[in-house]
């Protein structure tokens, strides 16, 4: 078996056999298969990548493993085939060591739940689609990873089916999901029109077409509003940045993701931090030569992604439960790699994924290590002074905050120093658009240095508030660590939070001596043209640039930092603004502006009016009609010979008096 089938059909047998068996296992075992599974998906992937895929000449690192034709009618093919580049082999490494390591964790965290087979089995089942996401070599193939991984999310989401807030924030993340994946789609049969292909790149031993070497063909299109509606390659991307906003929580469908937190917290760590919700930068990515060519596509993805990253900051600092300001803050975050991606840094993006992945699975694992010490508590205003009782989850959430705050020499502080960077260097848009969007990344990584300072403060410092009068009945005993299968899992997160950093310290920072090894690992897979400018690829910048806006952007997040400290040591109850607590109320005007309005035209016009009156009217007048003419036919019949003779006779007469009269 090839190593790129090994890696996607493992977790497929995990689901399947625990799906079939796991009801009459024990937990232990349960735990192993699940987890072993991912183990050989994580240590095939990095076989394939570093014995395989490295050692090919950086231009033609690329593995292809066709398994089967899938679909081939007429002029439309798709194949079973998995693709293995360095945008994907980056993927792989980062989705199936996470997820391995979050699979472990959830042995703990899930310890004596009802369902622990099912728990697992949806979860294996879920790495199973997003390696398929990943490694697909077509579109149609990657929309089956697409839509699974929706499916897998709304199954773990609501795992606690028999709590309604939990099916609920199950169901509004399925439909929600599907308004993004509707215009995924329509993008995709839209580019096959175009270009008459859905694979990715050319394969003359298969005699295919790829794609982006069509859309590489094609004139830039104008950065103007009628090239939206054009039907052309920025048609084709807006229509796929639907799906994006969609999967990846942007505005404005961004609103199932923090009710998402309503499944077990290993859910919120694998799908929310490391996996699902960076799909939609992949496929963005993976798609950037047909959106290098749209700039004004380009232009709509920066603005949404600084907009929702701003956005979803400023409701992270007024939130309660310590899920759901990780959870806006996983929205910010995406914001921020959609906004590199909008100014053509995909590289910066990617990287911002990579680094994400590890700080902020870590961040969620160290949410539910704290949740399981005060037995199931989320409220943060019934936390406090956990430092001295939960050491190893205090000392790796350090970690944690201080990369996503972007603090020197952690792994955020690299990868979001890059984004900024090229966003303030960018020349696509010109340089009122630069400068602007540059400063909304920065007033929103302040932001995020304050909101995890207030987690930090509120959890760990100062004393107990267990009896703040915000208790929901939770056994408030003394805490204690979590086991080892909780703790191994967030020390080596903690880790990989500081060290992962290195792997792309921008070439500015080193003076220009050493090459940033993640950008060019990433730039084969990566299309760039010359309209595309950024700084990290202009060398005319210069070095000096980087370097003062590397302080400027240390500055911001120690700023951040020591203003929510000093704050929210002396005050960590602060009530914050209303507007924020009830963000913005964005749910509440959904629920009037679309939601209701829909429910009372299905009530009003296609229930009472269409169901009752036309459709059940149709049947029931068909059914009356034939009870009519049952009873006049019924009189017909008297049961008297007489009376039917004399309707033999008549009939005589009408007979031989139409043949007379003719």
Known sequence: MNALTLIVLAPLAGAIFLGLFGGRLGERLIGFVASATVFISAAASFYVFFARLLPLPEESRVIHDYLFTWINVGAFRTDAALLLDPLSGIYILFITFVGFLIHVFATGYMKGERGYWRFFAYLNLFMFMMLVLVLADNFLLMFVGWEGVGLCSYLLIGFYYDKTFAADAAKKAFIVNRIGDFGFALGVMLLFLKAGTIFY????????GGAFNWAMQQPFESLTAAAIFGGGLTTIAALMFIGATGKSAQLPLFVWLPDAMAGPTPVSALIHAATMVTAGVYMVSRASSIFIHAPAAMLIIAVVGAATAIFAATIGLAQWDIKKVLAYSTISQLGYMFLACGVGAFTAGIFHVFTHAFFKALLFLGSGSVIVALHHEQDM?????LKKYLPVTFWTMVCGWL??????LFSGFFSKDEILFNVYSSTQFGLVWARVLWFVGAVTALLTAVYMTRLMVLTFFGERRSSSGHSHGHDHSTPHESSRAMTVP???????????????IPEGLSGGGIPNYFERLLEPAIATHAAVR???NDVEAGHSLEWILTVVSSVIA???ILAGWRWFRTKPLWEPPKI??????????????????IKAASTGLLWKFVDV???????NGAARLAAAVGTGLRYMQGGLARAYVAMVVLGALLIIGYFVTK
């Open 201 to 208: 790149f050319d394969d003359p031993a298969r005699g295919i």
């Open 381 to 385: 205003r019934n936390m406090g002074g």
């Open 403 to 408: 990369a996503i705050s972007g603090v020197p």
């Open 490 to 504: 967030l020390i080596i997160l903690a880790i990989g939070a500081v060290v992962v950093g290195y792997l792309g």
């Open 534 to 536: 950024t700084a990290g």
């Open 558 to 560: 120690i700023l951040g």
């Open 580 to 597: 924020l607590e009830e963000k913005y109320r964005v749910d509440e005007a959904y629920d009037a502006a679309v939601i209701q309005p």
């Open 613 to 619: 009156r036309i459709i059940d009217g149709a049947v």
